[in-house]
């Protein structure tokens, strides 16, 4: 089974000697002091750890795979690599991928992911690496592939064998669904936008649509896709402007809608936690939006520890969710 927590340098350091296979998650000062090993790595200072969410630059958050895998495979992928991932996937396993957030990687994984050859033909895990929100834009969120070597412009990826008999399940918890207001649609893709869009099919500026109906932007927009609800969050709001910046891509010919208000942001996702039944959970990652808005510092989500993140991957970038991996026994 995996272990997972919060570790001194120290102690992670002992782990990677002794051949660990690890995941791991850390303030930039730390994981450049890592030895040479079994590990791939992200940036990262906010973490649901065993005692609830913390703020932590002093440790390593440590997801110990190595009794899950019979093998394990690191490799980086560059903007010229990345869309032959799967060709990359183990025969029985899974992949977890590691994306330095705010990267141009970063931005041509979300909007291509879903046409790379082969991507839903395994599990496909794993997180964007962040900073604290106040050093956006200050520091450069990295990641590291079995070495001290901080990655800003690649992303890192480690291809995991299962033994026979076991299998990898991928699940993701989204607290949101479309609301029954206005269809948006947008003719232009990506991470930003002019605020030009279709709305109920007219032409319309949707800062100021935003704007005038006082619209909670803490609440996503909603894609339908054949029933799995995919978010897109709102990063900023210029109504002077008109332009909108998202965490995540919007899409040519995908109908949105805002979310369902959420009454009790916090309690809702406690609530759903709470009540599901899992196995063995080998890997989770939040997103700092659910960190911030349901304010989860010091609190406890349960069996799903783990770093928070600028996005989470599930085959494909997304937002607001709780990603987690779950190792299965099989005939």
Known sequence: MSSTGMHSISEVSDMIKQGRILLLAADENLLVKLPAGKWIGGTSVNFIADNGGATERDRIFVTDITEDAETAK????????????????????????????????????????????????????????????????????????????????QAVAMHVTLPEGRAARLDIINLFKQGGGDTIEFDTEGFSSNGECRIQGRPTNLACYIAERKLDTKLPLVANYNGAMINVSIQSVDSQSGKVDFYAPVFKGIAYKFAEPIVDYAATFAQTLGGLKVGHVAFSCNCILNYAYAELEGKKTGSFVGPVTFGEIAYMLLNQTLVYLSIEQVN
């Open 74 to 153: 690191i490799r980086k992928y560059d903007l010229k690599t990345i869309a032959g991932i799967g060709a990359d996937y183990p025969a029985n396993g899974f992949t977890t991928l590691i994306v330095p957030g705010l990267s141009e990687i970063h931005a041509t994984f979300a909007k291509d992911v879903q046409s790379y050859k082969g991507v839903f033909n395994s599990p496909l895990m794993g997180w964007i690496s962040g900073v604290h929100l106040s050093e956006i834009g200050k520091r450069a969120p990295k990641c590291f592939a079995g070495d001290g070597v901080a990655l800003v412009d």
